[in-house]
């Protein structure tokens, strides 16, 4: 058979043939001159019509055969192939590929061999990670109660409380009662022991949210070992947090 002149992947193309180089004047004919009868008759070529293929399956293998839109001329065809994943908790170890029973023509790759998944190190490494990122989040966010008054213990108001207590510890000369803003931007006068005890509360739920993350890493994640629930496992749901 003559060289195919083949387009680009997934191009729409209908007016190709098989390239030839005449052997006279040396031209080379092609492209659009699937169109010029002339052409065609005169270095006896045969059509050949290039069909596409959808973009997100694989070509394994091309076809000529008969050309049913043209009488005479031959198309290529693209042989599909469908990929069919292993059952959720299977990696495929080794494939095959046989015959699309349910595209006929086409083919099907399949797993010949499963293997079950497996907790690996990089696994729990990357769901740790997760929980990190989790518990950064949720201190990021947290608040405090003290005597019925909600205040922000974010990572800059702990840093703000910090600076405040130890100047009082170190006997400075501070306001009293000196001006807290709470969570509802309101100013609240806090005596010097209030101070202390807003610092103790926001310590002790900073203390909480590290507790509860090493919980959830120790105690939860490091028993399990069935690596579809693993994977699937959730640690940001407020179960964990609460």
């Known amino acids: 058979m003559l060289p195919i002149y083949v387009p680009a992947s997934n191009t729409v193309i209908t007016n190709y043939f ?3 180089t005449h052997p006279v004047t040396g031209e080379v004919y092609g492209g659009a001159d699937y169109d010029n009868g002339s052409k065609l008759a005169e270095i006896g070529a045969v059509p050949l019509r290039v069909m596409t293929h959808a973009a997100d399956l694989e070509v394994v293998e091309w076809a000529v ?6 009488p005479g001329g031959k198309q ?3 042989i599909m192939l469908r990929v069919q994943p292993p059952a959720e908790g299977f990696d495929a170890a080794t494939w095959e590929v046989v015959d699309d029973v349910t595209n006929p023509g086409d083919k099907l790759r399949r797993p010949l061999t499963t293997t079950p998944w497996a907790i690996t190190e990089a696994d729990r490494a990357d769901k740790n990670a997760l929980v990190d990122a989790e518990r950064l ?4 966010l947290l608040t405090v109660t ?8 974010d ?6 409380l910090t600076t405040v207590v130890a100047a009082i510890a ?3 000369a501070v306001p009293d009662p000196f001006p807290w803003r709470d969570a509802g931007n309101v100013v609240r006068n806090l005596t010097p022991a209030q101070l202390l005890e807003l610092s103790r509360v926001m310590l002790l739920a900073v203390r909480d949210v590290f507790q509860k993350s090493w919980t959830l890493k120790d105690d939860v994640l490091a028993l399990m070992t069935d690596a579809v629930s693993f994977r699937a496992f959730d640690v940001t749901d407020n179960v964990w947090w609460s």
């Open 18 to 20: 098989q390239r030839y």
């Open 65 to 70: 055969e008969d050309d049913p839109e043209n």
């Open 76 to 78: 290529y065809r693209p």
């Open 137 to 140: 989040r949720r201190l990021n």
């Open 146 to 153: 003290v005597s019925g008054v909600t205040f922000e213990a």
């Open 155 to 160: 990572p800059s108001s702990r840093i703000n």
């Open 170 to 172: 170190d006997g400075a």
